[in-house]
């Protein structure tokens, strides 16, 4: 009895983390499919604006991030390759840039 009495524990510790993970892998879907729907290319190459007005593309994916430390949906901190330090970024959408911010985007790979 005892053996079957952690076994049943057991289970139910496995079914309880398999729902965490599930509902979380679900909010990061739709968190992104949210960000993608306002406009922004996220997740994928997304062009961001540093809090000194650089502009450059990065790979943005919410919920996952390597290379930033996430601030909220819309905010990270990172280096800016533009103006070489680190700060506070934010994403762009395409009609939010300049036409001289588009043709220099169009030169720049992701950094
Ligand atoms: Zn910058």
Same mark, same amino acid.
């Given at each position: 009895?005892?053996?079957?009495? &952690? ?19 679900? &909010? ?20 961001? %604006? ?19 430390? %996430?601030?909220?949906?819309?905010? %990270? ?24 911010? %588009? ?9």
């Amino acid at each position: 009895m005892y053996v079957l009495a &952690l076994y049943n524990q057991w289970m139910i510790h496995l079914l309880i983390s398999i729902i965490v993970i599930v509902t979380v892998g679900l &909010l990061l879907i739709l968190i992104n499919l949210s960000m993608k729907r306002k406009g922004y290319n996220i997740p994928g190459i997304c062009v961001v %604006r540093c809090s000194k007005e650089h502009v450059f593309k990065t790979r943005w994916i919410e919920g996952v991030s390597l290379k930033a430390v %996430r601030l909220g949906p819309y905010t %990270r901190y990172q280096y800016c390759p533009v103006g070489k330090h680190l700060a506070i970024v934010h994403p762009v959408k395409r009609q939010q840039l300049t036409a001289k911010e %588009r043709r220099y985007l169009a030169r720049e790979t992701e950094r």
